[in-house]
């Protein structure tokens, strides 16, 4: 079983940048796609960003295009989201996902397993 836990996120200002962190457990990150997805209050989960286990493919939601990058390092089993220029409307818990596939998570958004989440709030 792959368990995954979050940190970083916190309460910033419009405009403002937050690193998240995903750290894996259980087994080897390197044999899994990652990715990131969020939830908003009232609203159903979104994709965020995903990224190959080699990271040669990366995907991005539209309305983070240019503002996040996901990376990954193999060799610490933690996968990231450095995210910029936030907006209220990045506000959502924000969870760490896990598939053995890229195509899973990247296109078909959807994944195995997932962390327990960690909120992200955005103030204007």
């Known amino acids: 079983q792959l368990r995954l836990v979050e940190s970083g996120g916190g309460s910033v200002r419009t405009g403002g940048s937050l690193n998240l962190s995903c750290v894996a457990s259980?087994?080897?990150?390197?044999?899994?796609?990652m990715g990131w997805f969020r939830q908003a209050p009232g609203k159903e989960r979104e994709f965020v960003a995903a990224?190959?286990?080699?990271?040669?493919?990366?995907y991005y939601e539209d309305s983070v295009k240019g503002r996040f990058t996901i990376s990954r390092d193999n060799s610490k089993n933690s996968v990231y989201l450095q995210m910029g220029n936030l907006r209220p409307e990045d506000t959502a818990v924000y969870f760490c996902?896990?598939?053995?596939?890229?195509?899973?998570?990247?296109?078909?958004?959807?994944?195995?397993?997932w962390g327990q989440g960690t909120q992200v709030t955005v103030s204007s």
């Open positions: 990224i190959s286990w080699e990271s040669y493919s990366k």
């Open positions: 259980g087994r080897t990150v390197s044999d899994y796609a």
């Open positions: 996902a896990a598939d053995q596939f890229i195509r899973t998570v990247g296109l078909e958004r959807k994944a195995r397993f």
